[in-house]
């Protein structure tokens, strides 16, 4: 079993329409907890990250943490054209031996059509 | 241009043949990590380093060397190619250790005949 499973997709949504993008994890050591957004032939770039449990927000992008599920949730309002990409989640504990080390989800691909 | 660059992006080789793939980034990060990405596997980290001349396996190191004589620079190296080494490869580098923020480069695609 992965630490980290996240549904692939592909996810299609019309325009305008709320997104809510996914990860479950076993390792209870896991205290940060990011979203990466990868757009086609780009690399990862960090989206939103939090810090143990709960909530945090940008713009249209709302990150939630249920550290007692180990459940992790990235939510998209009014969802754009421009944020066709695939998401992948990331975490990690607080202190690792092997540095900055990132586990992954293997991430899920929307896309939001007109 | 705050950014990690990569070179080349696109690569077709033979198995055995040796190559490297260069990564730099200008942001004077201390930490930098090379990272493969398969259909299914998702993203795994290869070999990291903390800083100059401090270098350590990730979870995939078989088949690849790294080195660290610069800060800036954190060159990937395939001494002897085989076709598992096909994939899609990333340099990632952050301020320090134990920052949660990771920017990557954009990628290398590697295929091995």
């Known amino acids: 079993q992965k630490e980290v499973e996240q549904d692939p997709g592909p996810l299609s949504v019309p325009e305008g329409a709320i997104v809510s993008l996914n990860c479950t994890y076993s390792?209870?050591?896991?205290?940060?907890f990011m979203w990466y957004r990868q757009y086609s032939r780009k690399g990862p770039e960090l989206l939103m990250y939090t810090y143990s449990s709960g909530n945090k927000e940008d713009g249209r992008f709302t990150a939630q943490v249920d550290k007692s599920s180990k459940y992790i949730s990235l939510f998209i309002r009014d969802s754009q054209p421009s944020d066709s990409a695939t998401y992948l989640c990331?975490?990690?504990?607080?202190?690792?031996?092997?540095?900055?080390?990132?586990?992954f989800g293997t991430g899920t691909q929307l896309k939001v059509e007109l | 241009e705050a950014q990690v660059t990569q070179n080349p992006r696109y690569l077709i080789t033979v198995t055995g043949k040796k190559l490297t793939v260069t990564c730099s980034q200008n942001m004077n990060h201390e930490y930098m990590s090379w990272y493969r990405q398969d259909p299914g596997l998702g993203l795994r980290q290869i070999y990291y380093s903390m800083n100059v001349e401090v270098t350590d396996k990730g979870d995939v190191p078989e088949g690849y060397k790294v080195s660290r004589k610069e800060k800036r620079n954190f060159p990937l190296i395939l001494e002897s190619p085989s076709p598992n080494q096909t994939s899609l490869y990333f340099c990632?580098?952050?301020?320090?250790?134990?920052?949660?923020?990771?920017?990557f480069g954009p990628g290398t695609r590697l295929t091995v005949t």
């Open positions: 990331a975490m990690r504990p607080i202190l690792t031996g092997g540095g900055n080390k990132l586990t």
């Open positions: 390792n209870s050591a896991f205290q940060y």
């Open positions: 990632a580098s952050s301020l320090t250790t134990g920052g949660y923020e990771q920017y």
